[in-house]
């Protein structure tokens, strides 16, 4: 019989390094031949090994389970084989784990001829296999991110007057797009190229009316009338020709657009 010890220190918390300890059904995961460990009652369980190509089976009893602090099992009868797992919390995110590991060598290891130094070499490695197993669950705990509100998302795409609905950061959308231009004035330079497919309730130009603010209302192109004088000019222009407020000025702002007027 022999018995050995090994140490090593897990960044993950104590709870997280325990948990992992006392789901046997993990084992396989990180200890050197071991196939399958299967619950059999009142902390009992049936182990399947492979023992260098061949099939070892054995029944095991956890002897202790003392939460965040000592995991140990042992063979209930036939060749010995027992194991004490004991956590010390080294900070917030770092855990030692003390491994004791009692084994009969030729059950275990029939054909190896250094006997505990491979015993000892057996139980370092099942040690950096638990270190990995632990740290990858912990990393992945920690990075992952709730999925995306879909009402969040929504509410975010909703016309917003005067931000990206008839400004020129609505020509940035990357969905299906519909220009549609001031009077006399292409879309670019006024910015009004809008994605109306992707806002809720929003079918047409018109549409548009009862989100866009006063003045950036959309209407058919054209020019609008600089009043009796018979001047036209663009949206936001000037005419030669006096107009009714006589300054010959289209303010976009205080008497908004031809669809306004109508």
Same mark, same amino acid.
Do not use: C
């Given at each position: ?64 389970? !003392?939460? +965040? ?42 054909? +190896? ?12 490695? +099942? ?12 990393? !992945? ?55 109306? !497919? ?8 018109? +549409? ?55």
């Amino acid at each position: 019989m022999s018995m050995v010890q090994q140490a090593i220190e897990v960044s993950a918390p104590l709870h997280t390094v325990y948990e992992q300890l006392a789901a046997f059904e993990s084992y396989p995961r990180f200890m050197s031949g071991v196939r399958e460990v299967t619950p059999i009652g009142n902390d009992r369980t049936h182990w399947v090994l492979d023992v260098e190509g061949k099939t070892r089976e054995f029944d095991a009893q956890f002897t202790e389970r !003392t939460l +965040d602090e000592r995991v140990s099992w042992s063979t209930m009868e036939g060749p010995r084989l027992a194991e004490t797992l004991t956590l010390r919390p080294m900070g917030e995110m770092k855990t030692q784990v003390v491994a004791q590991l009692e084994a009969d060598i030729a059950f275990l290891m029939p054909n +190896d001829r250094r006997g505990q130094a491979s015993l000892n070499q057996r139980l370092k490695a +099942d040690l950096t296999a638990l270190k990995g197993l632990v740290e990858g669950g912990a990393s !992945t705990k920690k990075l992952s991110k709730p999925a995306p509100n879909p009402a969040a998302i929504a509410a975010d795409n909703r016309p917003h007057p005067g931000a990206g609905w008839g400004t020129s950061a609505g020509e940035h959308s990357n969905a299906s797009r519909a220009d549609l231009p001031y009077h006399g004035m292409a879309a670019s330079t006024m910015g009004t190229s809008v994605d109306i !497919t992707s806002a809720p309730g929003i079918r047409s130009p018109h +549409d548009l009316d009862d989100v866009l603010a006063p003045g950036r209302r959309v209407a058919k192109a054209g020019t609008i009338s600089g009043g009796p004088s018979g001047g036209a000019a663009a949206m936001g222009g000037r005419t030669t020709k006096k107009d009714i407020w006589g300054d010959g000025m289209i303010n976009e702002e205080d008497r908004g657009s031809a669809h306004d007027m109508r």
